[in-house]
Structures are given as structure tokens and as C-alpha cells.
């Protein structure tokens, strides 16, 4: 069994950055999406040179075997499949994620404040 204490979770994001858990706390989209939560967490726990996951955020690998990383050669290739349509979906959903918070964190006071705003790029949010 693994310790609650040492989890990243949605409560751990709310309870380990202010700037983090205001921001959380106002956007309508972290509100209703909780996976986008626990990523930013990632992100900012990621980004802190004292954060207390460090040690485990730093091994986790830096590419994963999804749709995401595919590239637009593999993707052509899904042509005339019923796949192509899910991939380009998943695809289209994390760019247009990855662009509003990108412009959040240039037009919002509290996701100005974010620490990890200066290291937000497609490819760690991906």
C-alpha cells in the first residue's frame, strides 16, 4: 500500500502551491478537469529544484507510447483507419489545451504568478 502523503493527487496540488491552488480554484477548465489539474501539479513539482517529489518526478520517463508523440509521418499512416480520427482528436484536444493555458499565463493575474510559467512548453504538458 502506498502512503497517501506521497502522492501527487488534485488535494496535493490545492494544498502545495498558493499561486497554484488560486489559479486551480478560479479556472473554469482545472474546475471541471481534474486530470489537467494533477498535470499542472506535475509540472510545477517538475519545475521546483526543493520540491519534496523530486526525486520521483525526475524518473519518470520523458516520452510515452500514445497517440500523442506520434509523428505526422506515423499519423499518415493511419489513414483509411478508424484510428486516425481518435488520434487527430486526442491531438487537436492537448494543443488546444497546452494554447489556453499558454494564454492564461499571459493574461491572467493568478496563472501569471505560477513559478513553472517561464518552463511551459507543448512538449512537457504533453
Known sequence: VIPRKVMITCETALNSDRNLASFISDDPVLRHMPNIVAALHLIDEYCKP????????????????????????????????????????????????????????????????????HFFTYELYR
Not at 60 to 79: E, F, G, I, R, W
Not at 91 to 103: D, G, M, V
Open 50 to 117: 526543493d520540491s519534496f517529489w523530486r526525486p520521483y518526478v525526475r524518473c519518470l520517463p520523458s516520452h510515452y507510447d500514445t497517440a500523442l508523440y506520434l509523428s505526422d509521418a506515423d499519423v499518415n499512416q493511419l489513414k483509411g483507419s478508424q484510428a486516425l480520427e481518435e488520434v487527430v482528436k486526442l491531438k487537436r484536444s492537448i494543443a488546444r489545451q497546452y494554447a489556453y493555458f499558454t494564454n492564461q499565463m499571459h493574461t491572467n493575474d493568478k496563472a501569471m504568478r505560477l513559478e513553472f510559467k
